[in-house]
């Protein structure tokens, strides 16, 4: 594991494993691992605007929404902790639509300055 990468939530100590399958890939890591960390752990890239290693997370920007098999809904993979046996995709047409409609309610109430903005470059919405 890459130390100075940030995996969007804190690092869980625990002696219990729990093994699940992300995109097809298997991975155990330690219970009370969010669904983000695992998928990060794998290399799969879940999209995120709130969410770091240094913050416990919250789930506000909702763009790191997963599917779970068996499960209704699109919660957020930085606040779910795995389960033993849980099967969850990340990437999935309809996935793919709900962050496209969460960007654009970013992006209609954000400011249209980026030419003069000072995080023009270094800005999570470009």
């Keep these: 594991m890459d130390d100075t990468r940030d995996y969007g939530t804190p690092k869980k100590d625990s002696a219990t494993m729990v093994t699940l399958t992300i995109d097809g890939q298997k991975i155990s890591v330690p219970q009370g691992t969010s669904i983000m960390r695992a998928a990060s752990e794998l290399g799969s890239s879940i999209p995120k605007l709130c969410a770091t290693d240094s913050l416990e997370p919250f789930g506000s920007c909702r763009l790191c929404l997963v599917e779970i098999e068996g499960r209704r809904g699109y ?52």
């Design 75 to 126: 919660p957020a993979s930085c606040t779910t902790p795995v389960d033993e046996g849980m099967v969850v995709s990340t990437q999935t047409p309809k996935l793919a639509d709900i962050r496209k409609g969460v960007m654009e309610l970013y992006i209609s109430d954000h400011p249209l300055d980026c030419l003069t903005c000072s995080t023009n470059g270094d800005c999570e919405l470009q």
